[in-house]
């Protein structure tokens, strides 16, 4: 079993639709999250940190559940630049980063 | 500019030979990290160094070798021994050990023929 899964998609949405993308972790003793954003053949970037309690950054809303180990991240008003694939990525107590394959979103007009 | 360079962009090599991917950083961050990206998985850890003529193997480091003589370098060989070499090479830094976001180089790709 893979540490960190995602679902690969592609998902396909209009501009303006809502879009959520789930992330499970295996490793229980996870202490940090976080999602980052990579364009095709760039390299990745900080989207957001992920906080127990939910955050939440303009249209982007991380939750995290640790009864179930999984995070999601919420896309509200999807817009043509958020075309890209999005990776979900786990930091273990003392331990180094555990990176999702990633989800790739299209954003379609 | 603050930032992370990588060179080059894109690298070509015959089978057999070893090639070094350069990773330079004027971030004044301590800890460094060389990834290999194949299609379809995460990020895979080769190296990571954490100081000044120190580094630690990560998941994948056999066919690989590191140095890191000064705080702004962390070059990465790819030896003749790496069977499988073609991939996406990321170098990331971190302020240091604890902290947690990772700032990313652009990557080198690197096809093997």
């Known amino acids: 079993r893979k540490e960190v899964e995602q679902d690969p998609g592609p998902f396909n949405v209009p501009e303006g639709a809502t879009v959520a993308f789930n992330c499970t972790y295996s490793?229980?003793?996870?202490?940090?999250f976080f999602w980052y954003r990579q364009d095709c053949r760039k390299e990745p970037k900080l989207l957001m940190s992920v906080y127990s309690s939910g955050n939440e950054d303009g249209r982007f809303t991380a939750q995290l559940n640790r009864a179930s180990q999984y995070i999601s991240l919420l896309i509200r008003d999807s817009k043509l630049s958020d075309s890209a694939t999005y990776l979900c990525v786990v930091r273990p107590l003392n331990n180094d980063m555990r990176f999702g394959a990633g989800t790739r979103l299209t954003v379609k007009p | 500019d603050g930032g992370i360079t990588q060179s080059p962009k894109y690298l070509f090599r015959k089978e057999g030979q070893n090639v070094t991917l350069s990773c330079e950083q004027n971030?004044?961050?301590?800890?460094m990290y060389w990834y290999r990206q194949d299609p379809g998985q995460g990020l895979r850890l080769i190296y990571y160094?954490?100081?000044?003529?120190?580094?630690q193997k990560g998941d994948i480091a056999e066919g690989y070798s590191v140095s890191r003589e000064k705080k702004e370098s962390f070059p990465l060989t790819v030896t003749s021994a790496q069977k499988n070499p073609t991939a996406f090479y990321l170098c990331a830094t971190t302020r240091d050990r604890v902290y947690n976001e990772q700032f990313f180089g652009p990557g080198t790709r690197l096809t093997v023929l």
């Open positions: 971030l004044n961050h301590d800890a």
């Open positions: 160094s954490q100081i000044v003529n120190d580094f």
């Open positions: 490793n229980s003793a996870s202490q940090s």
